[in-house]
């Protein structure tokens, strides 16, 4: 498309940007993980394990190496022998099966020696400016004890058992970001490898991976030296698990320039699509993905009466759709936004989100360019611009927050909840108003409450007069005033829903974020924490050739 608008509409912020919507969002090809990998194939990445030394109790340590075009980074990985009463997916775990850090270049002796004493304390642990991230597993017990009695035998695991888990471990944290003084994201913002979002994040998920079946392996070796390997179809049908909660979910809040950039790709990217004429080849392409939608929505199982729901609206939504596509040609259309104008008028949001991943997955070559636009220097628009006028302040509210002005922030159930930081884990946090006394320490984490109140202050002050006068009688609007700021050019940087409502559910937000991870069969504990699956059905470090054929992220 050389980068050329679409001539198609983007769909309106005001429908993606409500929570009910992002909690069905669907991981695409623009997701992280997936341009990690082919960006690793078209680099010729090599990865390689110079160290393995595990002992017979599975303790000890490994190395896992990735070797760009400039620069390697190594995951260092420390195997530990929990007990079983101490393993625990809660962030206020102490202990875990396995540690792990991503180190910037190829660790020495004295840095093993030293990380060794670091990486097992996760959140007492003081890294330095070499290490980029900091995480921790534990096993799926279940699954990991049948992997590695059927492999002791000489056999291979139950592949229901294997696909209904997903994963031999899962971590309960991958922090960076300067956190614990890991590396700062400005260090390694100008590395090409580390442009797009997250990018030294999922490449530890996916050593994390690796290091999950070799221990298994190990294992099992341990017991019967002729000790079976798990087949390289099973294996690709284990990803890493992971738990995350309430210490993700104001991410979306407080950048609101990164959301923006994520979502308007995924938004521009559909657009670019649906201008695209229809051919046989492509309707023939497309049933297919269906047909792995739908068995994908088969094996995605959830307790969480939600996410149930959700799943069943999935499947009647897919097999709707399936069954369409049956008897339509590419006679019947011009361009696909004709089917989407059906998708749109016949699927729920759910079933919509799905097929919208499906539609780019064939058409890398007229996407694939958004990947560029995602990062965002959120320092750009910090500044405030003191000259803007009361007026064109009231006017944009009015025009972008009317959903925020049409709300009593009065009303008991609009602000029964509030946000803060815990000091034990200095994470965010959700409490109910009305039960605990926290409101000295809530978090602006409500814009729409805060741009509702600044609107409430303009309304008697001249239009003409600039907002620098405003806010030296009232300073306390400067954050409103900014995030205004910054929506002008970023209009899909703002949640257009109430984030302290009785009724919102912060799944929804976690679950709009862990999509552009590329995270899959999403599973909700509670309204407040998910487990995921990362890298299922990805090809693993010893297969280079898989890397770049891009088509592993439905079930086939």
Known sequence: MDGQPPKIPLRSPSEVMRLGRMGSYHPTRLSFMRQMLRRMAAEAWQVDRPLWDVDTHGVGRALYRAR???????????????????????????????????????????????????????????????????????????????????????????????????????????????????????????????????????????????????????????????????????????????????????????????????????????????????????LAHLRRLVGRAIRNAEEWRSDHPLQVEKIQNMQHDLAAFDEWLRVVTADHFAVWDEVWIWVESSLGPEGQEQVLALLLEPFGEIIDDLCASMSADETAAFDIDGMRTVGSIRAQIECDYRWALDTDWNALTAKARLWYTSTEKLEPRLAERAEEPLEPYEQPLAPGREIAALYSDLCDAPSDQPIAVTLQAVPEHRYAVRRLQQMINHPFGEIQDNTIAHDMLPIDLLRAKLSFFGATRFDPRSDRWVRITMFQGAPFPNEPELWGLDDWMLPH
């Open 68 to 282: 760009g075009p400039e620069r390697t980074y190594t995951l260092v990985a420390f195997a530990h022998d929990l007990p079983d009463h101490l393993r625990s997916d809660r962030v206020i775990a102490e202990a875990w099966d396995a540690t792990f850090t991503l180190f910037d270049g190829e660790p020495t002796q004295a840095d093993l020696q030293r990380l060794e004493g670091q990486v097992p304390g996760q959140e007492t642990a003081r890294m330095s400016g070499r290490e980029l991230t900091l995480s921790r597993a534990n096993r799926s017990v279940r699954l990991f004890s049948h992997v590695v009695d059927r492999l002791a035998n000489g056999e291979q695991p139950d592949t229901r058992m294997l696909s209904d888990v997903g994963y031999l471990m899962r971590t309960t944290a991958v922090y960076g970001s300067g956190k614990f003084g890991l590396s700062d994201r400005e260090a390694i913002a100008d590395r090409p490898e580390f442009a797009s979002p997250f990018q030294a994040e999922m490449l530890t998920v996916w050593l994390i991976r690796a290091f999950t079946v070799d221990i298994a392996e190990h294992l099992a070796r341990v017991r019967n030296p002729d000790a079976a390997t798990l087949s390289p179809d099973l294996r690709r049908n284990l990803g890493v698990g992971n738990s995350t909660g309430l210490g993700m979910a104001p991410f979306l809040l407080t950048h609101p320039v990164l959301i923006n950039n994520w979502i308007e790709a995924k938004e521009t990217a559909l657009a670019r699509v649906r201008e695209r004429p229809i051919t046989e080849d492509d």
